[in-house]
């Protein structure tokens, strides 16, 4: 169960910047890998605590982000990698409302005003191997707190999309 810790390190990671960010992506390399090709590492990093190690990347566009992941391609040791970005949950009668005619800028702006919208961070996780992983923090209000959910078909297109990245 690696890649579901590593997504929720991701997620906690990102989250002590707080809110408002623009998506970031993660190179996911072994650790014994990362310390073998950069020994000063050592006294940060402990294999046996945690096999991958999340590296962050340059900033990804917030508008494109499809087109910018279609042009990624990893070299062979990064083994996984998991996008963390804020997206707007809307209740599921308030989403099956919405029509499909809509373009995304429309639908983004619709969602964006619905009066029952939720903010949240996901965290989608992908190996190689096609393991996938992801983690959804709801934000809370002043009078409840953030709600954390996993499941790994949060967001089965991001994970698509990301395991994509890793084809020839």
């Known amino acids: 169960m690696v890649l579901p810790a590593v997504a929720r390190e991701v997620e906690e990671f990102v989250s002590t910047a ?52 279609a042009g990624i391609v990893w070299p062979d040791v990064v083994t996984g990698c998991a996008l963390a970005q804020e997206i707007v949950v809307l209740p599921p009668d308030a989403e099956e409302s919405l029509s499909a005619d809509l373009g995304d800028a429309e639908a983004r702006r619709i969602a964006a005003e619905h009066p029952r919208r939720r903010e949240a961070r996901l965290v989608a996780a992908v190996l190689r191997d096609g393991t996938v992983s992801c983690v959804l923090r709801l934000r809370g209000g002043v009078e409840a707190p953030d709600e954390v959910v996993e499941h790994p078909e949060l967001a089965p297109n991001l994970t698509d999309a990301l395991l994509a990245t890793f084809q020839p």
Do not use: H, M
């Not at 072994?30 to 940060?44: C, F, I, N, V, Y």
């Not at 605590?49 to 990347?57: C, E, F, W």
């Open 18 to 69: 707080g809110w408002n960010q623009a998506p970031q992506l993660f190179a996911l390399v072994p650790t014994a890998e990362l310390l073998a090709r950069q020994p000063e590492l050592a006294g940060q990093l402990d294999p046996a605590a945690s096999p991958l190690t999340p590296i962050a990347q340059e900033s990804l566009p917030d508008d494109e982000l499809d087109k910018a992941l």
